[in-house]
């Protein structure tokens, strides 16, 4: 079934601000034609070159030992429904893949001319600025303490690259207005501002208490080096964990939303860290003492993140009950009905039903949105008394497992209830 409308809003479908990524999906989908089963495959095929990405920029940076270390511990991140991660198809797992690949050329480190170079650097920003806006501004942001070290730098070739560097800044940005004015129009700067409802878990649990000492250790020894390219890292990993922090204590943040900071941090953390298991190299007496430390600790971290990710429950909002009630909705109810349901089972019911919802549990911070997930969650704590609100809100059908004891909704099939007036 094609459709115009979102039936998560009820409002015309639109790309929002994130084009970009919507057309490179489609266009894989317009090429490859991937079965449900072959498109599954998707994430997992995006992470691993996320890895090959990692390893081919650190070991430019750094070196090989740290690209290989940096690569594993990519591949060891942690998923979750709230912030992404590479078990899900979603457009923050970008930044993995897309950032280094960015850092290669804004760092000058191919050997390709400069003009190809920043053509390359131009091309990918902009397409991030088209396809996950947190993520361009993680990249950005990076680029921005790149370029006043490069700007304050006494060497007449950084002076010039710095120039360079700011005019494909500023030319992406500015081809890149088109893909936000609708909404600064219509939010002004709330557009900049972002509320969350759940507090993650503190970045060592979440990440891993070892890797998370070793991006402090690494980070020490990044500090002692002058170095414009490992200074921009560690300050916009810095910038992050702020972030991150702010959020913790006021409840909202500025330009990057709570959720979308992770996993660009632990992709800096990942390159940080790196370096940091590479110093165990440097102990050599007793003999291979360093080698012997860092394998053991590999070996932990390696354990520990995958004993974790094994029993994260990533996605079990809806059972088998669930998924056949919303196929019975689709086959015995009106194409326009609207559906009131828990509003974290709606997240599935829409595309399975094809029908419209009264609310829904946005994926990110969505004040409109959220003002109806809390009038659903207050019909459903009231036992679903309150007619007038379901005929305020041209609901027709409500889906609930819990006691609904409202003598105007007759249960048609098991947990699915029909207003009288739309019976």
């Known amino acids: 079934m094609q459709s115009n409308t979102n039936w998560y809003t009820g409002e015309n479908f639109s790309l929002g601000m994130e084009r970009a990524w919507h057309g490179f999906l489609a266009s894989i989908y317009f090429l490859f034609k991937p079965s449900i089963i ?61 950032i280094p690949l960015a850092l290669v050329f804004a760092f000058r480190l191919t050997d390709i001319k ?34 006043l070290f490069n700007i304050f730098s006494k060497n007449d070739e950084c002076r010039q690259n710095a120039k360079h560097l700011f005019i494909i800044i500023f030319i992406s940005i500015l081809f890149s207005i088109p893909n936000y004015l609708l909404e600064i129009q219509q939010r002004g700067l709330e557009t900049l501002k972002f509320n969350f409802w759940v507090n993650i878990q503190g970045i060592p649990l979440l990440y891993g208490i070892i890797p ?18 490992t200074w921009s890292l560690l300050l916009t990993s810095i910038v992050l964990i702020l972030n991150i922090i702010i959020f913790t204590i006021s409840g ?13 941090l632990f992709l800096l953390m990942s ?13 050599k007496k007793p003999h291979k003492i360093g080698v012997i430390l860092m394998v053991i600790c590999i070996i932990a971290t390696t354990s520990l993140a995958i004993n974790r990710n094994i029993n994260t429950s990533y996605y079990q909002l809806v ?54 997930v809390i009038n659903a969650n207050n ?20 889906y609930t497992t819990e006691n609904c004891q409202n003598q105007n909704l007759i249960e048609i099939e098991e947990n699915i209830y029909f207003l009288k007036t739309h019976k």
């Open 38 to 98: 072959q498109w599954s495959y998707l994430p997992t095929i995006l992470h691993a070159l996320a890895t090959l990405s990692v390893f081919y920029f650190v070991s430019k940076l750094y070196g090989k030992n740290e690209a290989l270390i940096a690569s594993l511990l990519i591949a060891l991140i942690p998923s979750n429904v709230t912030l992404g991660g590479p078990v899900f198809l979603v457009p923050i797992n970008l930044s993995l893949l897309i």
């Open 114 to 147: 400069p003009l190809y170079n920043y053509l390359s650097l131009f091309t990918i920003t902009t397409f991030l600025l088209y396809a996950h806006p947190p993520t361009a501004v993680v990249l950005l942001t990076i680029l921005g303490f790149y370029l």
């Open 212 to 229: 998370t000492f070793f991006f402090v250790i690494g980070s020490y020894f990044l500090i002692k080096r002058e170095n414009k390219e």
């Open 252 to 264: 909202s943040t500025y330009l990057l939303p709570y959720p979308r900071t992770h996993i660009p």
């Open 271 to 283: 390159i940080i860290a790196g370096l940091g298991y590479t110093k165990l190299l440097t102990y």
């Open 319 to 372: 059972d088998d009950n669930d998924y056949k009630a919303f196929l019975w909705i689709k086959e015995n109810t009106p194409t326009n009905a609207t559906i009131l349901s828990d509003p974290w089972k709606a997240r599935a019911l829409a595309p399975v039903a094809e029908r419209s919802i009264y609310a829904v549990m946005p994926f990110g911070p969505d004040k409109k949105q959220m003002q109806l």
């Open 379 to 398: 019909f459903f704590a009231e036992n679903c008394i309150n007619t007038t609100f379901l005929i305020e809100n041209n609901i027709a059908v409500v």
